[in-house]
């Protein structure tokens, strides 16, 4: 299997429920502020109340290009798309920007899906509601709303692939850097929260009525959270001809499906080791130089159970934490969210505590940073286990001599 | 890089399987089919390309499909015919990668699930439906029935979502992450898009017509729904009677003119859109040898995989089947190179170059 990386990051942004950008976000993670609440947004007529990490800006004075009325889930990726470029140096070369081929690889859940459930009350009252909410949503192609915002005409796309979504995003844009498609792509992931997705994982009975506990011997269950964030990924003759400094690389991209049941990972994580082995391979990773692993964690028993076993066969003595007990499981936008607090945490040489963890699981092998680490080492792994089985890993690196 | 076609699977308004679809092409009988639609005015009657999944009940049991809706129903039976197609249907698929293109997702079962907490509370919601709402729920199901174990994908990038897709597979092989990709499009009829196109489009809609997709100025559209599939593979296995995917372009026609290559026959996937018509009217080059197949399967995001598997199909069999454009009977292809061009509403140009042999 040929190498398609390293490729570089020059810029990151992210919005979630600890912060409006990189820099609050991560603020917010090492003061260990944590603050789920009950959903704002919509209202739910479950007897049990479960609490959500809602992002608080309301996103209006965001002013999109071309179409204005464009879904929460497009905000929030304009959001953190605009951050990322001013963070890369790119909002003074935006015309030259034009000039290049720019690409666009956005991941999500609810972005892409006709869930309008005000729409289809209505509709199936015999009422004619407005369809200037069918409208909003066909305009609000995560991808494509990036790429109007911009003006960009490179490759778009927008990958629905589950809770992976935002991990596969930006391994995919980073192949689009090295196979020469782009010279820059805008990479990652936006989900809203919303009343639907709501009670599908109430339903499912994985969703906790407490803050989420991953690794935890009393875990439940899920948070869910919302967010978006983008990395720019850029070639090395963009980078060295405006001659900016890459943040970090992604070394390593790994992905493969359970092929096992929809909704629980294999017991034995067949593919989630199968993904930690590509991504390591490719970047030629060695595993005495990963300094953490970003877990999935998203404190279900089951996904709990399986990676916490992975890693101990295939990376004992490795840190690991979940970061999902700061900013709930934000589904599409996850990976990506993820992806910018790992490539942080390198930067800062040190992790968070993994919020939610108390117990000890017998039944699991290994347990999470349980207080502020000090981190060694210029690798650290983002694992993403999504719906379907699907299963998603990103290496990314630092102080490599890459730079 | 060069991506082998090794088997084509299709489903849709004009039947199951490649012998259908050539009949249905040969002949350019038109199927479709009524769908009432439920208005505020009352429910009104519309032509619609609906599949009929059946088949699929010879490659699997019924208990394996106790809970798999429509949609993955179609992603499923496309997924069979295109391995079976192939001959590869008994092999092992640790190193196969699983891509779906969908402009929509599966909407039916998002409504469904909507339907079980709108009708009985929210603590009454159901796991199955949601699991089938998911929007890659059809790549989950082919892989746990077909236990491909590579990479998967689902894309969903509206009319776009084809071509975008196909940059996937193309990089997937070319970096070695696989050694073939099951690659499929699919896109599903339901009563909230009849709705849909009853709001949008209105008696262009709901009167019983024929598409007219060279009409650019006239809305002819009619909804369909269907599954292509094609296995993939690097070209350098070996000549496939299907031809190879030469080049995938996706690109603004308003910002740059399309790239076609001057010696293609050119399959456009006008598909009676008034909004899309216009960008054709504008930006088809002048003589270019065209042929529109969207009267055979009707007007859905995923309709550029239909027009892959025509041209497969076309160069397996050394023809062009008639179209609008190309009156008269079948006759011999005369061209090395296909190219299927989709352009969006909002002016995204998708362009797919098939080429003979490899």
Request: glycine share 10%; net charge negative.
């Amino acid at each position: 299997m040929s190498g398609p990386f390293p490729v570089a990051i020059t810029g990151m942004g992210c919005i979630c429920a600890p912060g409006d950008t990189v820099g609050e976000c991560m603020d917010a993670l090492f003061r260990e502020r944590k603050d789920p609440a009950l959903p704002l947004r919509f209202t739910s007529s479950h007897s049990i109340s479960y609490p959500v990490f809602e992002v608080s800006n309301d996103l209006m004075s965001l002013e999109p290009r071309g179409i204005t009325d464009i879904t929460r889930t497009g905000r929030l990726a304009l959001f953190a798309a605009h951050e990322a470029i001013s963070n890369a140096g790119l909002d003074q070369e935006l015309e030259t920007m034009r000039g290049q081929r720019v690409g666009v690889c956005v991941g999500t859940t609810v972005g892409t899906t006709m869930n309008n459930e005000d729409f289809y009350r209505q509709y199936l009252k015999g009422e004619q509601p407005d369809m200037v909410q069918i409208i909003r949503l066909l305009n609000s192609n995560p991808a494509a709303v990036i790429a109007r915002e911009f003006d960009l005409c490179g490759p778009c796309q927008t990958v629905v692939n589950a809770c992976s979504s935002g991990t596969d995003a930006i391994g995919l844009g980073a192949s689009w850097i090295k196979a020469g498609l782009c010279d820059i792509v805008l990479a990652g992931g936006t989900d809203e929260l919303c009343h639907v997705t709501y009670n599908g994982f109430i339903s499912l009975m994985i969703a906790d009525d407490s803050p989420c506990k991953p690794f935890d011997k009393e875990r439940k269950g899920l948070n869910l959270g919302e967010g978006a964030a983008i990395l720019v990924l850029e070639s090395e003759n963009s980078r060295r001809s405006r001659n900016k400094k890459a943040r970090a690389f992604v070394l390593g991209y790994g992905a493969s499906c359970d092929a096992y049941h929809f909704t629980a990972p294999h017991p034995e994580g067949r593919g989630l080791r199968r993904a930690i082995g590509e991504a390591i391979a490719l970047g030629n990773i060695t595993t005495d130089n990963i300094a953490f692993v970003n877990a999935h964690g998203t404190g279900t028993p089951d996904n709990d159970r399986t990676e916490s076993m992975v890693l101990a066969d295939m990376l004992p003595g490795v840190p690991f934490l979940s970061t999902k007990g700061y900013t709930g499981h934000t589904l599409g936008a996850a990976g990506a969210i993820e992806a910018v607090f790992s490539v942080a945490c390198l930067e800062m040489g040190r992790i968070p505590r993994n919020a939610g963890f108390s117990t000890p699981d017998p039944d699991l092998p290994v347990t999470p940073a349980d207080t502020e680490m000090v981190v060694k080492g210029p690798v650290a792994l983002s694992e993403s286990l999504a719906f379907g089985g699907h299963n998603a890993v990103l290496a990314f690196g630092i102080d490599r001599g890459l730079s | 890089m060069k991506l082998a076609i090794r088997g084509v699977g299709a489903v849709g308004g004009f039947g199951c399987g490649l012998e259908a679809l050539n009949a249905a092409l040969s002949s350019g009988d038109h199927k479709t089919k009524h769908v009432v639609v439920k208005t505020a005015q009352g429910p009104c009657e519309m032509p619609a390309y609906l599949a009929d999944t059946s088949r699929l009940e010879y490659f699997l049991n019924k208990r394996a499909l106790r809970r798999v809706d429509h949609y993955s129903r179609m992603a499923l039976l496309g997924a069979y015919l295109a391995l079976e197609d192939a001959g590869r249907l008994d092999e092992d698929r640790s190193r196969m990668g699983i891509i779906i293109a969908s402009g929509y997702g599966p909407g039916r079962a998002t409504l469904v699930f909507l339907d079980t907490f709108i009708h009985d509370g929210d603590g009454l919601s159901s796991p199955t439906s949601f699991s089938n709402s998911v929007q890659n729920a059809a790549a989950a199901n082919i892989s746990i029935l077909l236990n491909i174990t590579g990479p998967g994908l689902t894309v969903g990038q509206l009319e776009m979502s084809v071509p975008s897709a196909l940059i996937a597979a193309s990089l997937w092989l070319e970096e070695g992450k696989v050694d073939s990709v099951l690659f499929g499009a699919v896109d599903e009829y339901h009563d909230e898009l009849g709705y849909f196109w009853h709001r949008f489009f209105g008696e262009k809609a709901t009167a019983d017509h024929e598409m007219k997709p060279f009409e650019f100025d006239l809305q002819t559209g009619i909804p369909g729904e269907g599954a292509a599939f094609f296995l993939l593979t690097r070209a350098d296995e070996g000549v496939s009677p299907y031809g190879c995917i030469e080049d995938v372009i996706i690109n603004r026609c308003d910002r740059s003119p399309l790239e076609i290559p001057k010696d293609a026959l050119l399959f456009i996937g006008a598909d009676g859109h008034k909004q899309c018509g216009k960008y054709y009217k504008e930006h088809l080059p002048e003589n270019v040898q065209l042929a529109c197949y969207t009267p055979i399967y009707g007007s859905l995001p995923m309709g550029p995989a239909f027009d892959m598997a025509i041209a497969a199909l076309s160069f397996k069999q050394g023809m062009i089947f008639p179209s609008q454009a190309c009156t008269g009977d079948e006759r011999a292809l005369d061209v090395n190179r296909i190219t299927c061009l989709k352009i969006s509403g909002s002016g995204e140009a998708g362009l797919i170059s098939l080429i003979k042999g490899n």
